[in-house]
């Protein structure tokens, strides 16, 4: 397909807007919708420094159908990378409502207008991002998760997530719709709302606070810069749109790069050279996964996708912007850029 009119969803949040900018890398890509929003984790700066004509925001709604259709007929969108979501476990076992809302139901109307796009002579391609979480949790020797895997998720968030998957997968079988699924272990790099673990150290670190660990710290996940996750999500697009993978297939990117929480928090510690902040173990997370490991063997196999970022290199960089981005790292945390909602929209 040449000069393809893409539909971000969740656009401003940590991996939408590096999906964003990461496609406006390529000629290829003729407009990029933004529809994101900007709940708490969604910050209008994290795409603010975008000048590209290519490029346009609209706040609004997933679960807005209206919305939906009114984006999709006139950019005349042909293919949908869909990240919007709720995205933090822990808030999850607090209230799971704004789970279901958007995860679920968000997702069920993206459906529901593609179908009826398509009923009107268009083929939308959605490219629906998920997550490892759906397969559950690993014991040490077990193998990594492929796409074969259980679904068989544990908690909240990742019972939404896993639902959503479900919803996709049944309107590919039942109105032969082009859509696949992406799904992903622990990201981590610029832009991630400090409420996950790798910005929450950082931030605590750099205010010499106490770094709270769940537990005994030694539940294990498998890293990813997400610049890596980002080019597997172009890359399954390209495969949807030349054929190379079929509707209904799934594709699993993992960085092939294993740690337990403790050895994250004390390479942070050693890259920061911090020495006044000290690991606190605080009572664990309720029905804490011990342990997520991927198997990408199909993307690299498939797409001749790689992760490409070293998790040292990776993480030096994280840090280095999480120290230079002090403002952003504020003005998300305080929700001010609301105001700014509030002036432009309300
Ligand atoms: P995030 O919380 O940083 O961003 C979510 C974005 O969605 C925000 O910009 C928010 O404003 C927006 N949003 C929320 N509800 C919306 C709605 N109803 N309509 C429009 N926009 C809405 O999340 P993230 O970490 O960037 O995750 C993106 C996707 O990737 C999610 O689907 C998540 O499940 C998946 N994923 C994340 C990871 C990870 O490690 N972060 C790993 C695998 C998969
Ligand atoms: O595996 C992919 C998933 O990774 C994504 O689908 C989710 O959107 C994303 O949030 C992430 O989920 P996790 O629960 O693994 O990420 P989080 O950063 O919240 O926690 C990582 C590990 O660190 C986990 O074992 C819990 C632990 N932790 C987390 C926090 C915030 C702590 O020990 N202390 C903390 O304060």
């Known amino acids: 397909m040449n000069k393809i009119k893409v539909l971000v969803t969740g656009g401003c949040g940590f991996i939408g807007s590096h999906v964003i ?20 984790s969604g910050h209008p700066e994290n795409c603010g420094d975008i000048t590209d004509k290519r490029y346009k925001f609209v706040y609004g709604s997933i679960n807005n159908k209206g919305l939906l259709t009114k984006i999709i007929e006139e950019e005349d969108i042909d293919v949908i990378f869909h990240l919007a979501a709720e995205s933090h ?123 709270p660990i769940y537990g005994d710290g030694k539940q294990i996940r498998d890293w990813i810069h997400v610049e890596d996750h980002v080019d597997g999500i172009i890359a399954v697009g390209e495969a949807l749109d030349k054929g190379i993978v079929s509707p209904g297939e799934v594709i699993n990117f993992g960085g092939d790069n294993e740690k337990t929480n403790l050895e994250i928090v004390d390479k942070i510690l050693q890259l920061f050279g911090n020495t006044e902040s000290k690991i606190e173990h605080i009572k664990d997370r309720l029905g804490h996964d011990r342990r997520y490991a991927i198997d990408s063997n ?44 509030n002036k432009h929209y309300n």
């Not at 990461?22 to 709940?39: A, P």
């Not at 952003?328 to 700014?340: D, F, M, V």
Request: hydrophobic share 35%; with cysteine; net charge neutral.
């Open 21 to 40: 900018h990461k496609l406006l890398d390529y000629d290829s890509y003729k407009k990029i919708v933004n529809l994101d929003l900007l709940t708490y």
């Open 89 to 211: 476990v822990d808030r999850s076992i607090d209230s799971i409502e704004p789970f279901i809302s958007t995860n679920i139901d968000g997702t069920r109307c993206i459906l529901e207008v593609i179908v009826e796009m398509n009923n009107n002579h268009k083929n939308i391609k959605l490219i629906h991002i998920s997550t490892d979480e759906v397969y559950g949790s690993l014991n040490k020797d077990d193998k990594p998760f492929n796409e074969n895997s259980q679904i068989s998720p544990r908690n909240p968030y990742a019972a939404t997530k896993a639902a959503s998957d479900h919803l996709v997968l049944s309107f590919v079988n039942t109105f032969n719709i082009d859509a696949v699924i992406t799904r992903c272990s622990n990201n981590y790099g610029p832009r991630q709302f400090p409420e996950k673990l790798i910005p929450l150290m950082i931030m605590k670190m750099m205010n010499d606070e106490n770094l």
């Open 298 to 341: 199909k993307a690299k196999n498939i797409l001749r996708w790689y992760p490409k970022i070293k998790w040292e290199d990776g993480l030096r960089n994280t840090l280095k912007w999480y120290i230079d981005n002090t403002d952003w790292a504020k003005s998300i945390t305080s929700g001010e850029y609301r105001n700014w909602i």
